[in-house]
């Protein structure tokens, strides 16, 4: 980008001013915003450039659409710089639009540019508010209001995007490329939320190898995260990880849809959406630490699991994992699949391994015979030991195991790793305490 800005104010009439710096404007001014663009790029008007910058003072600035090709616009301040719609749109037309060259009418669908800093308000007009494209691209600080498209990420290469707070639009967030097949890679979103967003709040489409971090969807209507791997009838979404990411209040939650080698770490559920909470539909991938603080409704699930193509236990779900916070168990009891519109249950295990020199054994708390028990399994799955559990898992790591008669409850069963060697401690339900030791490599 250009080492020195073009402040767009300089190029306004000073009769415009004084609307603009007391929030009264409601004059467009999108031909100064589009000029201001063009000196950023050397007086190109279209075609690549090596990229300027505009600087917007605090004020309130009514444009329409204005083509930010190669150009970084950055405001004074968050809440202080304001772009405000005034003239109605439809929700192609974005207020600044990265696929519109600096003459403000050509397409294109090479160039990028981005904001920083600033509230785009499309002000119900129909408008979207800003659409960005291509690499190298660095959002941050943003207000995005009562728009179509909130945030539009066209083939997001590394790139960046945080503390973006996408509200009152249509879709908070939308990633995205037009031929099938082709995606971004290399993007993070980091704390952005999406907040009362009509029908998404992320959707996410068209990318691989990419993170979203700390970020949250809340009270959007239909679904708060949307994760769509044929958006264009070829399967382009995989290698995405999701951490510590929220969905809050109604819509729901989290929706995958032909998603591979997905990694969910702690996400978080708060509210009683009428809906199951996760989705795999013919997704695959690894889910941990899923906490919440209520069970579904009557009907829904925790965890549900769709196959359109064959029976549960070939999709998520080969080598795949799903654990939960043990301390809470009865929060997660409910996890169900779908086969061809068929609903049944899944089966699922807390499951330890140990691997010796001589073989693997495996501990695992299953259904054995009618009831919740603790298992022992050789390398081959033959099980050569069980024990019924009554009561909750107990997890030692370090430091001695002190009396286990008076720590245990009727059913606990806990593991203490001693140097090299796991030792489990059962009680049953008569009281009696049952001891045992696996060998660690």
């Not at 100064?32 to 790029?41: G, H, K, S």
């Not at 785009?120 to 979207?128: K, P, V």
């Not at 009831?371 to 033959?382: A, E, F, V």
Request: charged content about 15%; hydrophobic content about 35%.
């Amino acid at each position: 980008m250009a080492s020195t800005p073009i402040n767009v104010l300089d190029l306004i009439p000073p009769s415009l001013h004084a609307g603009i710096s007391n929030y009264s404007s409601d004059v467009d001014v999108s031909s100064y915003f589009q000029q201001a663009t063009i000196l950023a790029n050397s007086g190109q008007t279209s075609g690549e450039a090596r990229g300027g910058t505009v600087f917007v003072p605090n004020g309130l600035y009514c444009i329409g659409s204005v083509g930010i090709r190669d150009t970084c616009l950055i405001g004074e301040s968050r809440t202080g710089t304001i772009l405000r719609s005034i003239s109605s749109g439809n929700a192609g037309q974005f207020m600044l639009d990265a696929m519109l060259d600096r003459d403000g009418r050509s397409k294109n669908t090479r160039g990028r540019g981005w904001a920083e800093r600033m509230t785009i308000d499309a002000n119900n007009t129909g408008r979207s508010c800003l659409r960005v494209y291509g690499g190298g691209i660095s959002c941050r600080d943003l207000t995005l209001q009562n728009g179509n498209y909130g945030l539009a990420a066209g083939l997001p290469m590394w790139s960046t995007f945080s503390n973006i707070h996408s509200e009152r639009n249509n879709v908070g967030f939308y990633t995205f490329h037009d031929v099938p097949g082709d995606i971004g890679t290399s993007a993070t979103f980091t704390s952005c939320w999406a907040d009362t967003c009509t029908t998404y709040g992320f959707h996410i489409s068209q990318l691989a190898y990419s993170s979203f971090i700390s970020c949250v969807a809340q009270d959007c209507g239909g679904i708060n995260w949307y994760v769509q791997g044929d958006l264009n009838g070829v399967p382009a979404v995989y290698s995405l990880i999701f951490l510590t990411c929220a969905s809050e209040g109604s819509g729901q939650p989290f929706n995958f849809r032909k998603v591979r080698d997905l990694t969910m770490i702690n996400p978080r559920i708060i509210g009683s959406p009428s809906s199951d909470f996760v989705i795999l539909d013919d997704a695959q991938g690894s889910l941990r630490d899923f906490s919440t603080v209520a069970s579904p409704q009557p009907g829904r699930y925790h965890l549900r699991v769709i196959s359109h193509t064959s029976d549960i236990g070939s999709i998520l779900i080969d080598n795949s994992t799903v654990t939960y916070p043990l301390d809470q168990d009865s929060f997660f009891t409910v996890s169900g699949g779908v086969v061809n519109g068929t609903r049944r249950s899944i089966n699922y295990e807390y499951r330890w391994n140990a691997i010796s020199a001589a073989e693997q054994v495996s501990s695992r708390i299953e259904n054995v015979d009618g009831y919740s028990g603790l298992t022992l399994r050789d390398g081959l799955g033959n099980r050569i030991a069980a024990f019924r559990r009554v009561g909750t898992p107990v997890f030692k790591t370090n430091g001695p195991l002190n009396s286990p008669e008076a720590s245990l409850g009727i059913g606990d069963v806990s593991f203490h790793v001693e140097g090299q060697r796991l030792r489990f401690v059962v009680k049953d339900n008569t009281g009696q305490v049952r001891f045992g030791e696996l060998p660690i490599a």
